[in-house]
């Protein structure tokens, strides 16, 4: 059965977290949409064009199975700001789906909203400090049941195999970092 994955981005997402998460969870076999709280294409934190699939007000009546979210700035601040995505992770949360970010958006997005509350999370080492509880912040993926988050573009694929692993199992994890030469 096929996965439903959410990845919202926004002006100012860090394209490589976007489309590491993107590419590799395609990878697997999810169906990943692409939905901009902004428009439907925006310009990328290094300035690379991303047309995304619909917008997240198109989104909200969907189920996912994860919501994974790329860092960036001033993406995360979009991210943050948007009240229907906020809305979609904080119902995740809830219903115990699984609900991701990684770089800024931990502590931009996640921790103001309250989704990191009794968790343990990583982000990028410029926002540590937001972070509430800061126990697992060197770690580069963090996984504290359903919530799961990274630091920056260097663990983006690290990031993306470990969504992998926690909707499809670890040897469709295996079968996808394979070809990666990981």
Not at 68 to 78: I, N, W
Not at 103 to 110: G, H, I, K, L, N
Not at 149 to 158: H, I, L, V, Y
Not at 168 to 180: M, N, R
Request: charged fraction near 25%.
């Amino acid at each position: 059965m096929s996965k439903k994955v959410l990845v919202p981005i926004a002006d100012g997402s860090e394209e490589l977290e976007a489309v590491a998460i993107i590419d590799i969870l395609r990878r697997a076999g999810a169906d990943v949409v692409v939905a901009s709280v902004d428009q439907l294409q925006i310009t990328a934190s290094r300035g690379v064009k991303i047309v995304a699939d619909l917008l997240i007000s198109q989104c909200m009546n969907e189920t996912y199975d994860l919501i994974g979210l790329p860092g960036g700035m001033p993406g995360a601040e979009h991210l943050r700001d948007s009240v229907e995505l906020v809305r979609m992770l904080k119902r995740q949360r809830e219903e115990g789906r699984l609900y991701a970010a990684i770089c800024a958006s931990p502590a931009v997005v996640f921790q103001p909203h309250g989704l990191l509350e009794q968790r343990r999370a990583t982000c990028h080492p410029g926002r540590i400090e937001a972070l509430e509880n800061k126990e697992a912040a060197d770690s580069r993926v963090v996984v504290d049941g359903n919530c799961i988050t990274s630091r920056g573009p260097g663990t983006a694929m690290e990031f993306a195999l470990k969504l992998v692993e926690l909707l499809f199992g670890p040897q469709k994890e295996k079968e996808v970092a394979g070809p990666l030469v990981l």
